[in-house]
């Protein structure tokens, strides 16, 4: 997917390293290199941080991306990704939002053109 947009930037997790490669492949986000790779994505020059909290409150993940409403389905499919509820039209009319979760239960609203 093509993100555009990515909030928070800080994420709960049980397990950092599936959490990130989760987020990593299903966001196709890139891995921030260095000392802190196993734990950083990186988007828009801003470092997403996860960390361990295997007690945290589910959170609300909100990613707004570039394609349209098709892609993103076959993008979901092909990672294997549930949608947790029908997607529903923004107010706007322009926009379809999916709902999915995350490996911790964190949900993620993935924001397409229609």
């Keep these: 997917m093509r993100v555009r947009k990515f909030s928070p930037l800080r994420i709960p997790a049980n397990n950092v390293p599936n959490t990130v490669r989760f987020y990593r492949e ?21 470092s997403i941080i996860f960390h361990e909290e295997p007690d945290a409150e589910p959170i609300t993940v909100q990613v707004v991306v570039r394609d349209h409403q098709e ?9 294997e990704v549930t949608q947790t509820k029908p997607a529903t039209e923004n107010e706007d009319g322009r926009h379809v939002i999916f709902y999915i979760d995350d490996i911790d239960g ?9």
């Design 106 to 114: 964190n949900h993620i609203e993935v924001i397409a053109n229609k």
């Design 26 to 46: 299903v966001f196709d986000l890139p891995t921030e290199f260095g000392i802190n790779e196993a734990r950083h994505l990186y988007f828009d020059k801003q």
């Design 71 to 79: 892609t993103v389905i076959n993008h979901l499919i092909n990672y």
